[in-house]
């Protein structure tokens, strides 16, 4: 059995390391055997960067989690109805789970679980790249286990399932296996490939929650136009929603939102609006209902929505900075910039890109505070004297504390 210490050991912080040790000699002493599995294995064989990683405990593994949490300070969540628990400092995460092995009543059902060995819970994992573990114990720290042969799929770069249900139990993993496919620059093993594009049916099971999960690690990737391009042409967005489409526009405005993210804005939200702003009004709410989208995600689909009704008005000639900045200072800025980067207006798109890069940061001097020491009182006038500051500082009529002061002299 090849050992790979030196692989870990080039992978990991000493500290981090350190602790993996302290982990398996613990678990040793309390009769119990822990390992690191999954996609961490899967990065550190591919020198590949990834500080959360998973182990699994032919034990308790919650209970050696506190102890562990205990004996390091580090904060510590469990979730007993499913055996894990996550341990977290500044530098890293750790989720530790129980071994077992796993059962399907129903294709898109969450699986039935019960407590296994370290090969029952390789066995249920996606893809023989990520059922692969290394022994923490002392005496045989750094061990690899591969009863799946996952080093030679990393070896041909190929995704490959481990059993032919394995879609049909969790059509999730189609998802999953475009997501890791594209972004390690894989490609799906033939088998795998047939067998995802015969269970894209079994999609419709999922509930929207889950697919959701699975859209939106897609948009956290890297470059998520390449699995979402790679989704359409094998068929899966039409499964997911009719509407949705990859393609050469999707994919430069991808590549320009994260060229001009220069406000440092969330790209998954930017990506969301990009890819929403194709939708007809009439989509919107079905999309969002079909994948019951968190808050976030929500908010920003119907913004971008409302922000194309605008899109006629700040073509306008002749807008002023301060009615630009009032159009648009109720709308999202990961919205503001999807529009801008999706929209084929050049007015629009100038006036967008206007708002964010400067009209945003134009502040006055002067505040509610300010007025009252100046007797003006909190109330309607004081309103329309901020708001006729701003609209002045906007529109570059005034530029300094003197002036807004003498503004508001005027004003009062």
């Known amino acids: 059995m090849k050992n790979y210490y030196f692989k870990l050991e080039a992978a990991l912080s000493p500290e981090l390391l350190t602790l993996l040790r302290n982990i398996g000699k613990t678990a040793m002493k309390r009769g119990e055997s822990a390992y690191l599995i999954g996609g961490a294995v899967r990065d550190i064989l591919l020198k590949r960067g990834n500080l959360d990683l998973d182990l699994s405990v032919e034990g308790k593994a919650i209970s050696l989690a506190r102890q562990i949490a205990s004996e390091n300070d580090f904060s510590l969540k469990t979730h007993p109805h499913f055996g894990t628990a996550k341990l977290q400092s500044k530098n890293f995460s750790l989720d530790l789970v129980t071994a077992r092995s796993e059962t399907y009543e129903r294709p898109g059902a969450l699986p039935k679980v019960q407590t296994g060995n370290i090969y029952d819970d390789l066995a249920r994992r996606d893809f023989t790249i990520n059922a692969m573990a290394i022994h923490l114990s002392p005496d045989s720290f750094g061990e690899l286990l ?3 042969n996952g080093q030679h799929d990393l070896a041909k770069k190929l995704i490959r399932i481990l059993h032919r249900k394995s879609f049909k139990d969790d059509p999730t993993r189609i998802l999953r296996a475009i997501r890791y496919e594209q972004r390690l620059d894989f490609h799906l093993e033939s088998e795998t490939e047939e067998l995802l594009q ?3 049916e079994g999609l419709s099971t999922v509930t929207a929650e889950r697919l959701w999960h699975e859209l939106e690690l897609i948009l956290n990737e890297e470059k998520p136009e390449k699995a979402i391009i790679r989704a359409d042409n094998l068929g899966v967005l039409h499964m997911l ?13 991808f ?9 440092s804005l969330a790209l998954p939200a ?10 007809k009004p009439e989509e919107i709410e079905k999309f969002v209902a079909r994948f019951k989208m968190a808050g976030w995600a929500a908010r920003i689909v119907r913004n971008t929505a409302r922000l194309k009704k605008d899109l006629a008005y700040l073509e306008t000639a002749g807008l002023r900075p301060s009615q630009i900045y009032h159009r648009l200072k109720h709308h999202l800025p990961e919205a503001v910039k999807g529009v801008a980067i999706a929209s084929d207006s050049s007015a629009a798109k100038e006036r967008l890109q206007f708002y964010l890069h400067d009209l945003v940061y134009i502040k006055c001097e002067l505040d509610g505070d300010s007025l009252l020491d100046m007797g003006i009182p909190q109330g309607e006038k004081m309103g329309h004297i901020l708001k006729a500051l701003k609209d002045a500082r906007l529109d570059l009529k005034i530029t300094n504390l003197e ?5 508001v002299y005027k004003l009062m």
């Not at 929603?241 to 405005?253: E, I, N, V």
């Not at 930017?270 to 939708?279: Q, T």
């Not at 002036?403 to 503004?407: A, D, I, Q, V």
């Open 146 to 148: 591969d009863p799946h």
């Open 403 to 407: 002036e807004e002061k003498n503004l």
């Open 270 to 279: 930017i990506y969301l609006s990009i890819i929403a702003y194709r939708f």
């Open 198 to 200: 015969h269970n894209l």
């Open 255 to 263: 590549v320009k939102a994260r060229r001009s993210n220069a406000d």
């Open 241 to 253: 929603y009719p509407s949705l489409s990859g393609d050469d526009w999707l994919a430069k405005r």
